[in-house]
């Protein structure tokens, strides 16, 4: 399940800033789980030119709050450490975040 592309064109610039994104937040980001389902949840970013962090909200949750929060707090502890990216532009301030239960596992 891929997020919905909020940005004007999509691919090239979008992909590679989504990846240093996803590349910075997944070191802050843990779940254990006993379940074998693969949860997914999409979180929406709002940040600002200097990467800081203004906003988190779950906007598809997986059902299972433990999950949401914990892919949220990964984002809120990026940003506290200074690690979350700038955005190239001001058309990449709003992002959906997509956490995968699967790509954490390494599965």
């Avoid at 843990?30 to 999409?42: D, E, G, I, K, M």
């Avoid at 906007?59 to 990026?78: E, F, L």
């Amino acid at each position: 399940m891929e997020a919905p592309d909020t940005t004007v064109g999509g691919g090239g610039l979008n992909d590679v800033y989504m990846g240093q994104v996803m590349l910075a937040v997944r070191p802050n980001w843990s779940f254990t789980s006993a379940t074998r389902l693969n949860l997914v949840c999409v979180v929406r970013v709002k940040v600002n030119l200097q990467g800081e962090v203004e906003k988190v909200d779950v906007t598809q949750s997986s059902g299972n709050a433990q999950y949401d929060s914990s892919a949220a707090n990964a984002i809120w502890r990026t940003s506290r450490a200074g690690a979350f990216p700038p955005p190239p532009s001001e058309q990449y301030t709003e992002l959906d975040l997509v956490f995968t239960l699967n790509e954490l596992m390494g599965r």
